[in-house]
């Protein structure tokens, strides 16, 4: 089974409006998540790395005011996308890497922004 | 910087027939290589990794590579292809085992015909 799920896998809003997705590590604990998009028919590309109790690290050209990260707790990070526009519209994929080294990738959130 | 590239956007096999699909890399440090599948609509599942030690790498669903140093090479092959296999596949490099620093390939679109 999934030991990084995400939600909501689906989600559809009005533009003007804010998007929160959740990441989430089931049997491990995650001090570090990483935070992906991916347009259609293309590869993941970064956005940030999340860092708990501390400032996500975003990479360059990611507009930190419009993509904001938490990373609560050791099993949770959330991406808040704020004022959404259609632009937004994307797969976003979060990762989490357990003690072992392997990385773990959720299942995927579909956001489509109105 | 690390950079990957796969050859080939699109393969088509029929069914039964071998699978290869090209993943070429550059890094200035020993890598890490991996290949992830991606079902649409879905995350990325690990099929296998390299790290160290064996150059030829067996991971699941009959999936094999082999990490060619002198060809900075990790090609993806499976000797019979199932119509189940049909997916997106990424390579992927990185400096350590830990997801810091993944650069993902494009991504090769697999086809299987019956």
């Known amino acids: 089974g999934a030991v990084v799920s995400q939600h909501p896998s689906r989600v559809i809003c009005k533009s003007g409006t804010s998007v929160k997705i959740e990441c989430r590590s089931l049997?491990?604990?995650?001090?570090?998540m990483f935070w992906y998009r991916q347009f259609p028919k293309q590869s993941l590309m970064l956005m940030a790395t999340?860092?708990?109790?501390?400032?996500?690290?975003?990479e360059q050209g990611v507009e930190k005011d419009k993509f904001l990260i938490n990373h609560a707790s050791l099993t949770l990070s959330t991406l808040t996308v704020t004022s959404a526009h259609p632009e937004d519209s994307s797969f976003y994929i979060c990762?989490?890497?357990?003690?072992?080294?392997?990385?773990?990738f959720g299942e995927g959130s579909r956001l489509t922004v109105l | 910087a690390q950079s990957v590239t796969q050859l080939g956007s699109h393969v088509s096999v029929s069914e039964g027939a071998l699978v290869l699909l090209r993943c070429n890399y550059s890094?200035?440090?020993?890598?890490?290589l991996f290949w992830y599948v991606q079902y649409p609509n879905q995350g990325l599942q690990l099929l296998l990794k390299?790290?160290?030690?064996?150059?030829l790498v067996k991971g699941i669903n009959g999936f094999e590579a082999e990490f060619k140093k002198s060809e900075t090479s990790f090609h993806l092959t499976k000797p019979s292809a199932h119509m189940s296999d049909a997916a997106e596949y990424f390579c992927?490099?990185?400096?350590?085992?830990?997801?810091?620093?993944?650069?993902f390939g494009p991504g090769t679109r697999l086809s299987v015909l019956p």
């Open positions: 990762s989490a890497p357990r003690n072992t080294g392997e990385l773990f």
């Open positions: 049997d491990f604990q995650a001090t570090t």
């Open positions: 999340s860092n708990e109790g501390s400032k996500a690290t975003y």
């Open positions: 890094s200035s440090v020993p890598p890490y």
């Open positions: 390299y790290t160290t030690g064996a150059t």
């Open positions: 992927a490099v990185s400096e350590d085992n830990y997801g810091q620093n993944f650069v």
